[in-house]
């Protein structure tokens, strides 16, 4: 009684709301009709009238909505902005750039050359995981023993080359590109595990010769036939078709740790030719942009980061901030040139190379109006493989959305902190914090900030977060590598 009584309440409410909306829309109408008759009978007393109704174009009642101007004007104030600071920084410093430094410190130092025949290691976990597949599918091996095997080989392969940076104490940048190739072949050896995995079980419980069959993959030119002709003319189009086992060949394998992502298949497209107008552009862009941040880290980033040790060193907060300000432009115009330089550049070198037809390396996340969409967008390569190996395994067992968002974050985080600590010989975990606090953030942005403002929110977290996590290692990292000055002395003079 007491429900059908709620029920009949509810309604009640519903149909007075809809009476209400209903009479305000009539008596709206009737406003509307009565103030065009007066209008219409103002035209006729007055020979030109110049007033009428309406709204300042900055009310969102006006409609209007074509602020081009104002963009432009912001792109004026800051392409200006940008080059006072540079015209200061020559003023100051004079021309800092030298392109021949980063050549001779790399073939000078021999500390460096360890880097290269670490990377050449690398062959020894693939050539492992590989073995190990053989004997599993031959049944050699019990698959818990072949799992665990399996699982000791991918620790083997983040825990060999940072023990090997820790001991020689090769160079930060050498180590660090060592340790981004290790992270690339340990991501690629899960997927590789865990794709034949399940078509080892598919191969074996249907007692098929052929599995793991599917239909060929397009990558672009889907629709009729003249455009499959033409994108086949381009060099955009083809297919190939391999069924499990016969996948497990070396030649199979090392063509996935070559292609430009880290989710193996048993079926990548593939286009049928290499277009060299294309690759030489690339490549001249990967020249290009290459000298233009190494020139622009020597120039804008070298000394502002030697300024900025003194502030750190004494916890001046003023200036430790005026320090992170100062810092951000020329860190996020650097990191958006890397961003073109390796997704764009570098990935399709690589695709074009290695004739791998999906180029889909990042997508608009320029346009992220929350940070999930960022953090999806930006890098698609490991986007797709946090969804397929890590959150859709823990969504199938039954976790939560929100403990698997964590646990990709969490993931993201070792790595980065792995990617930074390691070659910098200290663990402060700025890196990994920064990376979590991105949960909590972005519950924060898709709670109070949406639209514009929350493409606002994820601008300013890259460029004020990125500086901040610099300017904090360049700290410990000078306090641990470096001897403290006397009392009273000047930090930027002991020995900087």
Known sequence: MQMSKMATTAED??????????????????????????????????????????????????????????????????VLTTSRVALENLIKYGILIDPVSWVTIFVADPYNWPCVILIAC?????????????????????????????????????VFPASVVLTV??????????????????????????????????????????????????????????????????GKLETQLVT??????????????????????LNFPRTPRI???FLLKRLAEMFMLLQLMLGLIQQWIAPLLHNAIK???????????????????????????????FFHSNLNVLAEITQFADRTFYRDWWNSESVPYFWSNWNIPVYRWCKRHLYQPLMRRGYSKLLGQICVFATSAFFHEYLVSVPLRMFRWWAFMGMLMQVPFAVF???????????????VSLIVGQPFAILMYLHDYYVINHLQPPVGQNITNAGL
């Open 275 to 277: 277009r060299k107008r």
């Open 445 to 459: 942005v898709s709670k109070f900030l949406t639209g514009p403002y929350g493409n606002m929110a994820v601008w």
């Open 311 to 341: 502030p750190f060193v004494d916890m001046d907060l003023p200036m430790m901030v005026e320090r992170i300000m100062k810092l951000a432009i020329p860190n996020h115009f650097i990191w958006l040139i890397f961003f073109y330089w």
């Open 122 to 158: 690398s062959n020894i976990f693939i050539l492992a995981s590989f073995q190990l597949e053989i004997l599993l599918l031959k049944g050699w091996l019990s698959e818990i023993v072949g799992r665990w095997m399996h699982v000791i080989n991918c620790v083997a392969i983040l």
């Open 244 to 265: 499990y086992p016969d996948n497990l060949t070396l030649q199979d394998l090392y063509s996935f740790m070559l292609f430009p992502t880290l989710c193996y298949e």
């Open 169 to 234: 104490e090769p160079g930060p940048a050498g180590a660090s590109y060592a340790l981004f190739v290790y992270t690339c072949v340990f991501l690629k050896t899960v997927s590789y595990i865990a794709t034949n995995h399940w078509l080892r079980y598919q191969y074996k419980s249907s007692g098929q010769r052929k599995a793991g069959r599917r239909k060929p993959t397009k990558s672009v030119g889907d629709g009729d036939a003249n455009g499959a002709e033409q994108n086949l003319a381009n």
């Open 13 to 78: 409410r519903k149909l007075l709301h809809r009476r209400t909306k209903s009479t305000s829309s009539v008596e709206d109408k009737e406003k509307l009709r009565k103030q065009k008759e007066a209008e219409k009978d103002r035209r006729e007393f007055y020979e030109k009238p110049i007033h009428f109704p309406s709204e300042s174009l900055f009310s969102t009642g006006s409609g209007y909505n074509n602020y081009r101007g104002v963009l432009n004007l912001c792109i004026v104030l800051l």
